[in-house]
């Protein structure tokens, strides 16, 4: 072995699948003198790769999730270490059958093959199977099963034949370095291990469930925790033994149970998701010489696998007549939200998170980091759910990563409504007026940290004032009330009053935050004070990273207002490229301003009443920002919409919250003024107008051309994306557009009206094929939503430039079914003129 | 056949075992437990012999409640009932053990009659005594052999069972008139895994206790620590085959050539 | 005050371990006896002088022939009630513990089992648990002290002493001969992968079925027998029943050597039981090379040749 060098390029802490991937993804990419450290040794270093029952199921609903997962098999197959198994997940209960379709429809999405089949033809597939509990089958004929150990053993020898990585087993971190930054900020500097000290431009912590341990020595966070998933070897089987392979039937996934039942060779890996969540602290793994097995194969706890036999045997009898010849609490990473962690981290420079990730998405996943380090910014996907700096602060403490994992476990092959809330770690950001809105029966929903009234119980009475019902089918009426389509005909009629306090507001300062500003964004920020821009921010690739509003405050000022999604996103990239001069303070100023919308034709009416200022559209022109006194609380108003109508959002300091709430609210009690829910606010309001939403519509495989936000004059002033976006823009036409499409008819073929989720149902050609463009992007549904005015389903999504004509016939697939639909533009489907937002 | 089957639960180690700070355990915080390796080997043997010759196999531990955990392994792999005999989990000497395990012998062989075989482990696994055994079966007035890797019923006179033990030079054979009590050693078969179902089957038996206790005997644990030099370094012996003299050595050491 | 020798032998042949024990017993600062008895004891008494047993006490009498556990374990009883010793030890071999304990039983006194190390009055010692993995400290409270040193604790040196043997008459009960001996066996063939004393395993780096011919004829040099691992088995090279893992086989060799094999946990499972491990692999990293307790690093196909000639070359 090579001496233990002093001084490298990249050190990769983790030589599991992701490391040894990334390593390889690196070597790609040109990097060199790149070192590879794991504390266990090779090519098993104990950690949660050595134990993983290595099959990937390519069907996920979640766009990142399901195509890195594809990404990932084909890494294998290339590789040669993959066998298509094919894998069935069956459904014992009606619910699930409905899941099934609409696992149908996500594999439509993402172009994988599947089929839905009746219990005899599950059995001819896999002969063993009791098909009298089971109602059918979801078959994906592509569910591969991979050598990753091998995998990781091959990416290691081809970055080592170019040269330019060295590997070092057995090594243990013991610390991570770091020496300060400008702007206050902390950069990586070395790794301490017990080997020797090394000196590094990048570390990656690649080393799964010790990722945080090991990202916590430099001060930074990475929130997982290990958690335990139960496996069991039972065997040997003779009609598995004479397949005389790893794997010669199809992996099938009993859903209903959270269990799976996988061939290894002559016997049957039986896996449960369906215990409690057990989780650890890092520290209580053990070492590799302490282990029994390895240190992520902890002992076997048999009271929490009891249940699961029961259901397995009733599933596969030959199962309970097996001998259990190994059987494992196999350890896993967990998040907070149950996606990885990628990315630098927010707290420490050039030191990078590759973590919480699977063997299913493993190389996907490292190649996503390796281009993230190398251009900025990932190429093969948006990683914006991935991303580790989604997390709030208050995400990534101990408290909530356990609270968030213990409760998401469980769902692991459960039903997830796509709005479907947490229960545990709820209330830990609240509005002003939260008192108020639990006095209004608000339903809350959480946006990462912050409670948001997603409409309000005091409402009930417009439902029956506008003659609305519930909908017809549970699964659509789920986490919705017709109350939300009352508030939002009645803020068309009347008004409506907004909390928009979760927006997340920075504020830019000193001699340089105007340029900062310019460089940040794509449109003019600085046009004087008082003036606003609605802008997206690109990567240096051209593609969308966020969508916001900014405000010039002040000569050297300038107020940065984003979503709750996408706080910590934006908060980091903002510090990411503060000028090193340090010539600009960034603040966050999201606890010290809350922020009011309102809106709705009599909106000018109740604002006017309570300020002598001048707020006619003349003197509060749309876009402007001015300073005045409502109800004599000192307000900055930006006449500004998202829902369609006109309006304000009126920002006021926190103390000041509650009592301008009340002004507006009793002044708006002659005007037909409701509180009213993000409901309006987030679908109903936006879709209606097609106003696109960042990590929705806007996503950093689009650019503004395609998403229709390109303005007729770019800036002069340099910004990130600025060459990209010039190429972009000079191509002409581009080849997809992002449109609104109004489905005809919702419905289906039991007469039920149905109501699309808007979680990447595909949209498809009149003829119900798939649409993908030349890079691979496919069409669909971005986002959907009920049109209260329209009184029909809305959808939005990118398609081809020769689709996007209004009037183009297409389809739209929900629940395995088609629904037609018509493009509506590229425009609004309701009030295409804004000849409301004038009002 | 009546026959019963002694097991003791311990921890299942690593490579390294730690200990606690009082120094008085070895520290299972993050270890599984198993019954102790020998005395798996008991159990199959007694498993094997009443599918052979029929008979009720009983399995008895002396320990703290959590051995109901390997009592219940034991039962997944066919054994019959189990008994616990209950103590604080505190170690205790083989005088003491042995004392109570032969009253709540006595006890159940009062209540359900005398076995014919009695399997113990050739030493636990962890305190390592090589005596309670022989203590319980001279306690008890039977024959006893340790260290026994074969048992048959079959080729031995009428009431015996031979026992066979290895030897350098081969094998001893014994031939032990039963009611009898023997040692066995790893080795003697392939303890076989539970089934699902044997699993599940021993979930339902039932747990029956006897209270037994004996006498602190004279030898008294002070503590433990770790040997003073663990060699865990691999040594390695050279580079291709220009090291065979070097494990021809090593094999000469071992005494395997 | 003595320190009494319970000395086992197979028919006259004593082991190593005793003379370990012997010179254990010389640190005790008082006479060294030694006591034998049984078939061949003249012949085993006639070698313990030399290693500082100044009297060899021969138990004799009806119903004490060829080993056993009991009638040997009741003789001994008979020259510790005949000599008084203050300490009496033996080896920790299967004989030696099997005596002491049924020494210690027959006259209700404890019995410290694999002691390492014993202070002089013999009542403190650090005794091997775990199979010396760990160690204990422990304390012994009687007035005769029985006790077994672990074998390879103590390094055997010569003394010479008289050796005068002395016989001594002890009753054995004529019913504890049920425990004698009644046949031997040598053992020639059925060694099986779980009992074999070696094993030779290959993994998927053999490369196929007709490779495995080398490590056939090295475990048959060896009186051991072949294994495999699972990737092996999986490419049809091997019977699954010569399958070492979780799913195959638990082996407890003397020595295994486990060539070209990574060392995934599903076979450690199954080869953590071996005594000693010699792991040859191109990879000083695989798990296998930092499990083992000797290793070698080179192509399989290369070493296992060069070993089979070796152990031909030395036995000639």
Known sequence: MSEFPSKANVVVIGAGIVGSCLVGHLSRLGWEDIVLIDKGPLPNPGGSTGHASNFIFPVDHNKEMALLGVQSANQYRDLDRSVDSGGIEVARTQERMNELDRRMTSAKAWGVEAEMLTPAEVKELVPFINEEVIMGGFHCPTVSVVDSLDTGTLFRNEAMDKGVLQVFANTEVDDVETVDAPNGQQKVSAVVTNRGRIEANHVVVACGVWSNRVANMAGATIPLVPAVHQMADVGPMDILAETNNEIGYPIVRDMDTFCYERQSSGSMEVGSYGHRAILHHPDDIPSNEEAALTPTEMPFTQEDFDPQMETAIELMDFLGDAEIKYAINGLLSLTPDAMPCLGETVEVNNLWSAAAVWVKEGPGMAQVVAEWMTYGYPRVIDPHVSDIARFYPDERNEEHIWARADEHFIKTYGIVHPAEQWVSRRNLKVSPYYSRQEALDAMFFQARVWERAQWYNSNADLVERYGLSEREVEWDNRWWSPITIGEHLNMRENAGLFDLTPFQVFEISGPGACDFAEYLAVNKVCKGVGTSAYTPWLNHDGGFHSDLTMMQTGEDTVRIVTGAFDGGRDEYWIKKHLPADESVTFTNMTESVTTLGLWGPNAPAILGSLTDADVSYEGSPYGSVINIEVAGIPVTLFRVSYVGDTGWEIYTSWDNGPALWDALMEAGSDHGLRPTGMGVYAVSGRIEKGYRLMGAELESEYNPVEAGLARPKVKAADFIGKEAYLAAREAGDPEVHMVTLIVDDNTDSQGRKRYMQGGNEPILTADGERITDSHGRVSRVTTAGYSPSLEKMLIMGYVPAEMAAPGTQMKVMYMNELFPCTVVGTGSAFDPENTRLKG | MRILALVKRVPAPGARINITADEQYVDDKNLGHAISPHEECGVEAAVQLIEQHGGEATVMSMGADVSEEQLRAAVSVGMAKMVLVPTDGTPKDPQETAAALTAAIQQLEAEEGAFDLIIFGNESADQGGFQVGIRIAHALGRPMVNGIKGLDVDGASDGHILANREIDSGVEVYELPMPACVGVKEGINLPRYPTMKGRLASKKAELATVEAAGEAGGQAQVKLLSPPEVVNETVILGNGPDAAPAIVDLLEELGVM | ?316
């Not at chain 3, 070993?307 to 031909?312: A, D, F, N, S």
């Open chain 3, 1 to 316: 005050m003595t320190a009494l020798v319970v000395v086992e032998h197979d028919r006259g042949a004593v082991p190593d371990a005793m003379f370990e024990a012997l010179t254990a017993a010389r640190g005790f600062g008082m006479p060294v006896h030694a006591a034998v008895t049984g078939d061949g004891a003249a012949e085993a008494a006639g070698v313990l002088g030399a290693w500082g047993a100044e009297v060899v006490h021969h138990a004799t009498g009806a119903n004490i022939g060829d080993y056993s556990p009991e009638a040997w374990g009741q003789a001994m009883v008979g020259v510790v009630e005949a000599t008084s010793p203050s300490i009496v030890l033996s080896a920790g071999t299967d004989r030696g513990n099997e005596l002491m304990a049924q020494v210690a039983a027959r006259m209700d006194l404890p019995f410290v089992a694999n002691c390492v190390e014993v202070s002089a009055d013999g009542s403190s010692m650090t005794r091997a648990q775990w199979g010396g993995a760990l160690h204990e400290s422990a304390t012994l409270t009687a007035d005769t002290k029985l006790l077994s040193f672990a074998p390879h604790s103590i390094e055997a040196t010569e003394q010479a002493a008289a050796g005068t043997v002395a016989e001594v008459a002890v009753d054995v009960d004529a019913g504890l001969a049920r425990t004698m001996i009644k046949d031997r066996v040598v053992l020639s063939e059925g060694i099986t992968l779980a009992t074999a004393p070696v094993v030779v395993s290959g993994g998927r780096a053999v490369g196929s079925e007709e490779a495995f011919a080398p490590l056939e004829e090295l475990a048959g040099e060896l009186g051991g027998k072949v294994g495999c691992s699972r990737a092996v088995t999986n490419n049809g090279w091997r019977p699954h029943s010569d399958q070492v893992g979780q799913t195959g086989t638990r082996i407890a060799p003397q020595i295994y050597i486990a060539s070209g094999i990574s060392g995934a946990t599903q076979h450690w499972v199954g080869a953590m039981g071996s005594k000693n491990i010699l792991a040859i692999n191109t990879d000083p990293e695989a798990n296998m090379v930092v499990k083992a307790g000797w290793a070698v690093i080179g192509d399989l196909h290369e070493v296992i040749p060069a070993i089979t000639e070796e152990v031909r070359k030395r036995k000639g």
